[in-house]
């Protein structure tokens, strides 16, 4: 079985500073996505990025990108410019790419990220 | 973009009632749901998947008569807590997704209180 593992469970950062949140897995397949999503105080989970483990280029979407080490099995998330609206609940997620329609996420513990003024 | 739509948001209800959630993917077909259980400040519990038109697959410890999934359409999977005790109050959130490559779309969440 896969798991998830991340094991901060709190960070802080200036706002405009730089934060990374770690994120490491375990599994035995070679064909896999990996997420990162985002739960502010309202719950709503939001997708922030995704990885597709076949792609060596690592992934990014504004101010987020992650740093994907396959062999180290490793995929951390880098805000950039933190704002006020990042602080929230950050979870890293597997899925495997094998099981077709019923393959289902794997959630880490995650992390509470807050940003200080 | 997809969106999945979760109601109600909030119920409070009495003790020994049952309640009902609905999950509807309003721009896209979900051929698969799921419907997980959060605790605060604790990660998403996987509860069960349903596909459209056939029984849902529960989680180890999920008990099946207490909560009943149904996926009737391709828009729509419903999860009823039956009987519900204060130790059933929890966050429920739905998922959907069109398709084994698509991605994950979820709903807001329902909020449920048990007196």
């Known amino acids: 079985a896969q798991t998830v593992t991340q094991s901060q469970p709190e960070m802080s950062v200036q706002e405009a500073e730089t934060v990374t949140l770690s994120c490491t897995y375990d599994?035995?397949?070679?064909?896999?996505?990996l997420f990162w999503y985002k739960q502010p105080p309202s719950r709503q989970m939001i997708l922030v990025i995704r990885?597709?483990?076949?792609?060596?280029q690592n992934a990014t979407e504004n101010r987020f990108s992650v740093n994907f080490q396959k062999a180290a099995k490793s995929f951390s998330l880098k805000i950039s410019d933190s704002q006020l609206g990042d602080a929230a609940m950050y979870f890293c997620?597997?899925?495997?790419?094998?099981?077709?329609?019923?393959?289902?996420?794997?959630f880490g513990k995650g992390i509470t990220l807050s940003v200080r003024p | 973009g997809a969106v999945v739509s979760q109601h109600p948001s909030w119920v409070i209800c009495k003790s020994g009632t049952s309640v009902k959630i609905e999950c509807r993917s309003l721009?896209?077909?979900?051929?698969?749901m799921f419907w997980y259980r959060q605790f605060p400040k604790q990660s998403l519990m996987l509860m069960a998947t349903?596909?459209?038109?056939?029984?849902?697959?529960?989680e180890q410890g999920v008990e099946k008569d207490k909560f009943l999934i149904n996926h009737a359409s391709l828009t729509l999977s419903t999860l009823t807590v039956t009987s519900a005790h204060p130790e059933d109050s929890s966050f429920y959130i739905c998922?959907?997704?069109?398709?084994?490559?698509?991605?994950?779309?979820f709903g807001d969440g329902t909020r449920l209180s048990i007196l």
């Open positions: 998922s959907a997704r069109q398709g084994g490559v698509q991605p994950q779309h």
């Open positions: 599994t035995s397949e070679s064909d896999y996505y």
């Open positions: 990885q597709e483990a076949y792609k060596q």
């Open positions: 997620a597997y899925r495997s790419a094998l099981d077709g329609a019923n393959s289902k996420l794997t």
């Open positions: 721009d896209f077909q979900a051929t698969t």
């Open positions: 349903s596909n459209e038109g056939s029984k849902a697959t529960y």
